[in-house]
């Protein structure tokens, strides 16, 4: 798989851009599709996942390190002004408001949902 950076459109669209990277999609589209510009739901991020023919774990997992991570999965992250929707692929961290990343952005607690396409 190959991952292209997209940065969130809006303050409120790291979900859609999230969704954007792991379908080769537009987040303009995957807002359009949602019908939805603002944050996103857990809800709609599995569903749009599992509608793209992506596999969505159950399992809400807290994380600490990058180590403990799958080859790919959503990322929420308790950053200092909000929860957040964040990607990570073998090794990279794709952030839709921080960019390209070795490690976690500046972040609180942190969970994952692996993902499997």
Same mark, same amino acid.
């Given at each position: 798989m190959n991952? *292209?950076?997209i940065h969130e459109p809006t303050d409120l669209q790291c979900g859609q851009a999230v969704l954007a990277m792991v379908l080769g999609l537009t987040a303009e589209h995957v807002a359009d599709d949602l019908h939805n510009e603002r944050e996103t739901t857990l809800r709609e991020m599995k569903q749009y996942f599992r $509608?793209?023919?992506?596999?969505v774990s159950d399992e809400r997992i807290q994380v600490q390190t *990058?180590? $403990? =991570?799958? !080859? =790919?999965? =959503? =990322?929420s992250l308790e950053t200092p002004r909000c929860w957040h929707w964040s990607l990570y692929h073998d090794g990279t961290f794709y952030d839709p408001e921080h960019g390209v990343m070795d490690d976690? !952005?500046?972040c609180g607690r942190k969970y994952y949902w692996e993902l499997n396409t």
């Amino acid at each position: 798989m190959n991952i *292209k950076y997209i940065h969130e459109p809006t303050d409120l669209q790291c979900g859609q851009a999230v969704l954007a990277m792991v379908l080769g999609l537009t987040a303009e589209h995957v807002a359009d599709d949602l019908h939805n510009e603002r944050e996103t739901t857990l809800r709609e991020m599995k569903q749009y996942f599992r $509608e793209h023919a992506v596999s969505v774990s159950d399992e809400r997992i807290q994380v600490q390190t *990058k180590q $403990e =991570l799958p !080859p =790919l999965c =959503l =990322l929420s992250l308790e950053t200092p002004r909000c929860w957040h929707w964040s990607l990570y692929h073998d090794g990279t961290f794709y952030d839709p408001e921080h960019g390209v990343m070795d490690d976690f !952005p500046v972040c609180g607690r942190k969970y994952y949902w692996e993902l499997n396409t």
